[in-house]
């Protein structure tokens, strides 16, 4: 693997050089680890909903270890329901996972603006070229249902951040989706993505082993948190269930019902509501009556893309 890193590597730095090195969003994760290292640029961004959040801490830690400024953002309440009724607005969607991850994105290319940056360097693409997502690890000792997993997750990859960031006259730069990247990680064999690490299977094994002795252990075998788990996202959702009665929860459902749309709990149906005062149901929208695409069986929009789960309300598997 030693060769394989090294070209690898090379390659990485060779990209970042070629890209501006005004600011970056920096979890503290593996992906953006990794850039930070390669491109130190003149501002690290950190948006945490929790003070207590992993990506707090790890972070700061990666941030000192290459003296980067680094600014950590905690946004007030108002404005993480403001971000949440903007994206549901502007991709006519749902989905809580959709949102959950990107109002941390959205805030932290508000904050690069606030701050006078013109670009952004995010981490988007590794972890579908490299094997990082944690339900990959269930088909670990199943190789070929793996490859399969892992092939469908190139051939679907699909990201947002640009419209989104070009909303803030901002330009972000993905060096993990650069083209010599992606022909580099579809050459690697499934062993180097997924392996073994002291008795835990870790994704982007290949990553981790490359960089463990420039970014160090701690931040290297720092499991895969999911943004809204690792900025703390998900503790806000518990807010989200407070906003909605019991006794409400039970007649909005009846009515989404109504809409052929199925809410899994309140976070699900305060998304629902969101979207119907911009949208009609999916099932009325007059923009689906022609669709030749089957329906997603939880809201009945158009699945109109090759993944496995509905954009528009988030169902999984469709």
Not at 47 to 67: E, H, P, Q, T
Request: proline share 3%; with cysteine; charged share 25%.
């Amino acid at each position: 693997m030693a060769g394989s890193c090294d070209k690898f590597r090379l390659l990485l730095d060779e990209v970042c050089k070629s890209i501006p090195g005004d600011s970056i969003l920096l979890s503290g994760g593996l992906d953006s680890s990794i850039l930070l290292y390669c491109k130190k640029p003149r501002k690290a961004i950190t948006i945490v909903i929790d003070s207590l959040s992993g990506d707090y801490k790890y972070s700061s830690l990666i941030a000192r270890k290459f003296k980067v400024s680094h600014s950590i953002f905690q946004p007030s309440v108002s404005l993480i329901y403001k971000s949440i009724d903007e994206l549901i607005a502007d991709y006519k969607t749902f989905d809580p996972i959709f949102i959950r991850n990107m109002v941390i994105q959205q805030i932290g290319f508000q904050k690069a603006i606030e701050l006078g940056f013109k670009s952004v360097i995010i981490g988007d693409g590794a972890d579908e070229l490299f094997g990082g997502y944690n339900f990959l690890q269930t088909y670990y000792k199943e190789p070929k249902i793996l490859e399969s997993k892992l092939k469908q997750l190139i051939q679907n990859m699909n990201f947002v951040s640009g419209n989104l960031a070009r909303k803030y006259n901002l330009k972000a730069y993905t060096p993990f989706l650069h083209e010599n990247v992606i022909e580099f990680a579809k050459a690697l064999q499934i062993k180097e993505k997924l392996a073994d690490h002291n008795g835990t299977i870790f994704g982007k094994f290949f990553l981790r082993r490359c960089y463990e002795d420039k970014l160090g252990d701690a931040i290297v075998w720092r499991k895969k948190e999911a943004l809204e788990t690792g900025s703390g996202m998900s503790n806000f959702i518990s807010a989200l269930d407070k906003k909605i009665s019991d006794q409400e929860y039970i007649n909005d459902v009846k009515i989404a019902k109504n809409d052929m749309v199925t809410i899994r709990d309140k976070e699900h149906l305060y998304y629902y509501q969101i979207y119907r005062k911009y949208f009609q149901a999916p099932i009325h929208d007059l923009a689906n009556h022609n669709s030749v695409f089957r329906n997603c069986s939880s809201c009945h929009s158009p699945f109109i893309w090759q993944g496995s789960f509905c954009k528009v309300c988030g169902a999984y598997p469709v």
